[in-house]
């Protein structure tokens, strides 16, 4: 028994040997030639890199300088002083303007070709930051205007600095160009070394011109070397490449007829030096490795013979669940016992790990995939620029469902819902993610085909569905996300459930995600956290906007309206800034707010014999503050202010959401001899029966019926039916946003008692609305 033994642990050895020689062998082999392939896969990826990276922080300035062209250009406080021409105090504007995105040039061209606006920021080392008047203030700009400056020359040179630049026109009220506004960056070291810090590489800009010296600028570090020099000037001249060399340039554009280029480069040896070490570390471990395996091969072969009946008793067990079994030594002929119980054993782990696995990856409900197997599925979908779309389905009335027929039939509706999903062959994957709400995964599907699928999944559901003679009728939400490039799953999640709860919050069967539906932005969240602030520390301003007693042609009425003069943003619109007031309970202390500030200038135009009646608007949050109405009562008192001075103007929807209390509340402010008005009628949904249980005095048309009132019959019948109902329920009417004569004789032949809009005067600061009544024919 010990000789066969020994040769069966001689045999074991030497085949260990030959073995470990063959895998040490092939090991070097196989190791030499990865490394070769990963050097050229390295360096393609460096490349590759070095592309995504230049286009990706390039492109986003480029598109930031488009996004805040257009936004400056449709300011109205920038236009108003641009048709003015008030040159100190453009600049002063254009300034602010440029600040808001830390801009290193900012230009404003007339539609004469004159530059009526030029800033710099100063890149010498005393005066650096500094903003400074350009060199061609006043002069002619040297780009021509014939089809406008929008898609002009994106690369601008000032001096010895060279810019990349957008504009946007700038357009009269009648949509007319009255001139441009640009902004630009410069592209320096700075931009050279954050193409550095993301890619590894060397980076700069050169300017090239034939029979010239090549002009190299914004280096991301010091000035190329003489080898450096002619591997990146053969590179871009002539397309040589360089084998000691890593290169990559891309054309940016002509300016002063020189060619611009963006470069990055780098010595293939400190691209591939890690590599190198690597190499040598798994050599010096390959030939360390070889002694001690031998050595453990012959501990191997000398202690596998021993155990092998032990090993084949255990296999045995262990496959039947038993442990207890006594261990015997037998001969060679074990061995074949020991694999099949080994194969035994693995078919019965291999069996329980694919009912776990199952059990991971799958909804135990509906046996569909769940979240752990929507993320394995789509891991590999986001590496290319195919489109994905992700969309979260949730079924609607499920609580009743629940709540009177119980759990059993809601788990078959989810069921039945399930499978009514699976049926549709164009989903990639179909998920049971919690309770009532599935997802559907694509991978390459147009906006088109899914919407038009979507339809259909609609209707297929829709279907009548049976359960134990129960008809019920189903009925889905659906929130879709959809993207061209590269993203993650957590973010489509997380777009697609914005979609989902405003398909639900609005009733809809299906929405598409947006960012304007989106109120989770980080300049939304920086606003919410700026806005309490802002009202302690006067960061807030009254514009009043005239209102023309019709028939007096006089104006006797203004109306007050908050704007936020934020000390980096510049003026923002209550557009933004209302919404995250009244979801953040700040509502009752803006008001506070614009009644008091109201009062006041109230009190200096009185002081100045002005006598202007003040509309205020107030919010549903307001009206839900009990104390609000005592609040307005008491400051009217403290004040001084005849109680018919003030106006409160209330929107539809404000009374629509909580009827019973708002007319409780306005009654107090009725009895008390206060003016109440229904702001924006007609884009709410109060009925007639509520209007007439409110107690206001006049309607105030919105501005969307009479802008386009001459020219727009739907509207002309609108408003003049708003008109008659309101003076038959004896209610005055004001009709705000007209912008033109006709719409203002229009309204006067037909009894209107109150009008404003742009055509009278655009809302003005409290001094220029003084200015403003001294000057006016009204």
Known sequence: MTGIFNRIQTRIFGFFVILLIAVQAISFSITFFANKRLEQQQLSNQLSVAELVF???????????????????????????????????????????????????????????????????????????????????????????????????????LGENIYQIKFAPLTSGAGNVIGWVGFGFIIDDALAKSLQLHTGLNAGFVATQGGADNQFFGLSGEALNSADNVAVSDFIANGLVNEDYVLWHEPLGVVDEKQVHAFMFQTRYDVLESFQKQWLQQLGLILLMLPISLLLAFFISSGVTKPIKLLIEQARYIAKGNYNSKVQVGNSIEMQLLAEEFTVMQQAILSRESEIAFQAYHDPLTKLANKNELKRVTSSWFNNKSAVAICLIDIKRMTEVNGTLGHVVGDEVIKEIGKRLSSFDNIDLVCHMTGDEFALAFKAISPKELRGLMSELQKSIEA??????????????????????????????????????????????????????????????????????????????????????????????????????????????PDLFIPIAEQMGQMNALTHWVINESLEQYLKWKSQDIELCIAINISAENLKDEGFCQYVLDLVTHKGVPIDVLTLEITEDAVVSDPENAIKQLTVLKKSGLKLS????????????????LPVDELKIDKSFVQNLMVNQDDRIIVNSTLQLAHNLGLSVVAEGIEDEGALNWLIERGCELGQGFYLSRPLDADKITDWLVSSPY
Do not use: C
Request: charged share 25%; glycine share 6%; no cysteine.
């Open 55 to 157: 286009k990706s922080d390039y492109g986003k300035r480029y598109y930031y300088l488009s996004a805040f062209a257009e936004t400056a250009a449709k300011d109205f406080g920038l236009k108003d002083i641009f048709i003015d021409n008030d040159s100190r105090s453009f600049l002063v504007a254009l300034n602010n303007h440029r600040k808001r995105i830390n801009a290193d040039l900012a230009i404003a061209v007339d539609r004469h070709g004159t530059i009526i606006g030029e800033l710099v920021l100063n890149t010498d080392v005393q005066d650096l930051g500094k903003v400074k008047v350009g060199p061609e203030q006043g002069q002619a700009f040297r780009y021509p205007l014939d089809a406008g400056l929008e898609n002009t020359n994106p690369l601008y040179s």
């Open 464 to 573: 009548e569905y049976r359960y134990q003679e129960i008809s019920l009728h189903l009925q889905l939400s659906i929130g879709i996300s959809f993207v061209h490039y590269p993203s993650d799953l957590e973010t489509l999640l997380r777009q697609a459930d914005t979609a989902l709860q405003h398909a639900k919050k609005n009733r809809l069967d299906q929405q598409i995600y947006t960012q304007q539906i989106d109120g989770n932005t980080l300049e939304r969240l920086q606003l919410i956290n700026e806005l309490k602030s802002a009202i302690d520390n006067g960061e807030l301003v009254l514009f009043y906007q005239p209102k023309l007693d019709l028939k007096l042609k006089k104006v006797t009425h203004v109306e007050a309206l908050v704007r936020w003069q934020h000390p980096d943003r510049g003026m923002i619109p």
């Open 678 to 693: 229904i702001d924006d009628y007609g884009t709410g949904y109060s009925s007639l029966a509520q209007l007439k249980q």
